[in-house]
């Protein structure tokens, strides 16, 4: 098997599907019904897109692992998505600035997968770019709104984004698995990403009227499968229903 | 319910097939314009209903008034000879 490949999928796989979770988290508890809607829509795009990752990955581990089995029965520290999506779902502010610094990401990110030499990376991110442009533009357009909308609005986003910043610089570090696919001309150089993601996301603040952060302290460690004390909780959520019943299907 | 705390109602009307026209499709809150789509495109066509949305704040549209049912339609109700149903169609003039 082919364990670069393999890692690396599953680096980009698991991003979608623990931000996946957490926007899920929030069906029937959304602030609005159409929030609510939006939320868990965005959920069941990134766990679509979830699914061709890891069927691919079963694939090239071939030792008879399902996509379900690597979803789902993994421990914490076989994760490797960044920090920043497995933050929680602390007010409607946490949500969309979690939201938006990754979307803007994950849309750079996709459009250099597109060009991937592995045909099936390139076909899962020419289908996915389209759902990642919707909800990069959804989640700019609340960031304007709440950063630019009344008082109490504008101190949550505000203090949702300072709280989250420190997760962002992890998005352009190279694991050894991503340095190798770069290698092969398989994966996206991410660290090419970063000014153009810097530069969007400041602009898209500045509209909002919402101070860029200047600290230069960034956490990190997801990658390595070194989560925060979040990722415990969340995993016990996901897995309860395979570790309970194991095998169960619906 | 005040009104400060409440996004005003839109209706929405959703193109199911280019070549058919829009049809009312139900309403929904939101702020302005912009969210409204946004919110109809998430609220009713996440399951490949449309192609195409329209929004349009509820209090723009006038509506009749249930009261004058009576004048308004009932005079309609006894002209069946309103109806084309009094000739023959050739067969080659379909989907009327």
């Keep these: 098997m082919n364990k670069n490949l393999y890692n690396y999928i599953l ?33 069941l795009d990134l766990l679509g897109q979830v699914r061709s990752y890891y069927q691919y990955a079963a694939k090239i581990a071939g030792d008879g692992r399902t996509e379900d089995d690597i979803a789902m029965l993994r421990k914490e520290h076989e994760y490797f998505n960044v920090l920043l999506v497995e933050q929680p779902n ?72 300072n709280d989250l910043w420190t997760y962002t610089d992890e998005l352009f570090h190279q694991t050894e698995a991503d340095k ?25 603040l500045e509209t909002a009227t919402i101070e860029v952060p200047e600290s230069k302290y960034f956490q990190k460690g997801g990658k390595q499968g070194i989560h925060t004390e979040h990722m415990g909780y969340l995993l016990a959520d996901l897995q309860y229903m395979q570790r309970t019943y194991p095998n169960m299907e619906w | ?37 946004e919110n109809a495109r998430d609220v009713y066509t996440r399951r490949n209903e449309g192609v195409s949305i329209w929004v349009v704040e509820s209090k723009h549209i006038t509506a009749s ?24 169609l050739p067969d080659e003039v379909k989907h009327m």
């Design chain 1, 11 to 43: 680096g980009i796989a698991d991003n979608s599907l623990i931000l996946g979770q957490r926007l899920g988290e929030l069906c029937g508890h959304g602030p609005s019904l159409e929030t609510d809607i939006a939320c868990t829509n965005m959920s």
């Design chain 1, 90 to 161: 602390t007010d409607f502010g946490y949500t969309i600035a979690r939201q938006f610094l990754f979307d803007v990401y994950h849309f750079l990110m996709l459009t250099e997968l597109e060009k991937s030499t592995d045909l099936n990376l390139s076909a899962i991110a020419k289908k996915a770019i389209k759902e990642a442009s919707y909800h990069k533009r959804f989640s700019s357009d609340w960031i304007k709104r709440l950063g630019d909308g009344t008082d109490e609005s504008h101190e949550r986003i505000q203090a949702a984004i």
């Design chain 1, 180 to 204: 190798a696919m770069v290698e092969e001309g398989v994966g996206v150089d991410v660290t090419k990403l970063k000014d153009a993601y810097y530069e969007e996301v400041k602009t898209v």
């Design chain 2, 1 to 37: 319910m005040s009104n400060k705390k409440n996004w005003p109602l839109w209706e929405v009307f959703v193109r199911s097939k280019n070549g058919l026209e829009h049809r009312h499709f139900g309403s929904l809150h939101a702020a302005d314009a912009e969210m409204a789509l």
């Design chain 2, 65 to 88: 008034n249930p009261e004058h049912n009576g004048e308004l339609f009932e005079p309609a109700q006894d002209k069946v000879y309103r109806h084309p149903t009094f000739y023959d």
